[in-house]
């Protein structure tokens, strides 16, 4: 539980009152391997830290093809920000690539803290935009990319991530087919 304290101290201060106020408030879940955290068409209820894994944020076209949008991987947060704070469904899963273990803030926790720490709302956002700053740094190197760059901008934004996570799920966010993929594993080696 320390990793998600450490985390949050990056964008903000709270006293020792405050950080066992919110470890009071957090619980541990794990999901198996292709289970969803949450799922497009529901609302989301609950805010997860991971703390061991990878999840991938995915949505599926209207012929069943899946589109892999981002990968989260260990000490950072998982969550459809819309949904969670308009209460309206989600447009996308957050599925679990490998067996994780997370820590949760349900939204009547988070709501908690919100109204007990003052500084609760200004450093989630910051944190929330942190990781949105992340998000399109990394998917802007990958748009104007030839496929072999942005397999090989994949391999430095995500070290290590590739032989964590299925083939399909690497190929779908790339943006190109499992052949593909195979054939530039293959001339790169």
């Known amino acids: 539980m320390e990793e998600i304290i450490s985390y949050m101290l990056q964008f903000g201060r709270l006293d020792a009152q405050q950080i066992e106020l919110i470890k009071s408030r957090l619980h541990e879940i794990t999901l198996k391997k292709g289970a969803y955290f949450s799922e497009a068409g529901k609302v989301a209820r609950q805010v997860g830290f991971l703390h061991e894994g990878v999840l991938r944020v995915c949505y599926y076209g209207i012929r069943g093809e899946e589109f892999t949008r981002c990968f989260v991987r260990e000490n950072q947060f998982a969550v459809d920000l819309n949904s969670f704070y308009n209460e309206i469904p989600c447009s996308e899963y957050v599925e679990a690539l490998t067996d994780c273990r997370m820590f949760v803030l349900s939204k009547p926790a988070f709501t908690e803290l919100s109204g007990t720490i003052a500084d609760w709302n200004p450093m ?13 740094y990394e998917s802007s190197r990958m748009l104007s990319e030839d496929a072999t760059t942005r397999y090989l901008s994949f391999l430095e934004i995500y070290p290590g991530l590739s032989n964590r996570i299925p083939l399909s799920a690497l190929a779908s966010y790339l943006g190109i087919t499992q052949s593909s993929l195979s054939r530039i594993r293959k001339n790169i080696s």
């Not at 989630?124 to 992340?134: P, V, W």
């Open 124 to 136: 989630f956002a910051k944190m929330s935009s942190s990781a949105l700053m992340r998000k399109v």
